[in-house]
């Protein structure tokens, strides 16, 4: 247990920092589980739309470094990959 009373501030900053950075990555795959429903269900313009809001979410939650800007990359990446193939499959 912390003694000091800077310590003791850190953990409760720690677990104050925690619980945000928790629910901005919970966000991060709920939109990514509207993404997929919308891919499985063959629905172009919807996957789209859940793709915009994806990236919009995911370039905030790099720039406050809950996540690391490689990382946000990453997945915008793969998820770009699985719409365009979705596109190609449509168009």
């Known amino acids: 247990m912390a003694h000091s009373l800077s310590a003791k501030k850190r953990v409760k900053q720690n677990a104050k920092r925690r619980t945000i950075s928790r629910a901005r990555k919970s966000q991060v795959k ?12 063959g629905d172009v313009e919807a996957a789209s739309e859940q793709y915009q809001i994806i990236v919009r979410k995911l370039d905030k939650t790099a720039a406050t470094s809950t996540m690391h800007k490689r990382t946000a990359a990453r997945k915008k990446s793969r998820l770009a990959k699985r719409l365009n193939s979705l596109k190609a499959k449509k168009g």
Not at 30 to 41: N, P, R
């Open 30 to 41: 709920t939109q990514i589980k509207h993404f997929e429903t919308a891919l499985s269900d």
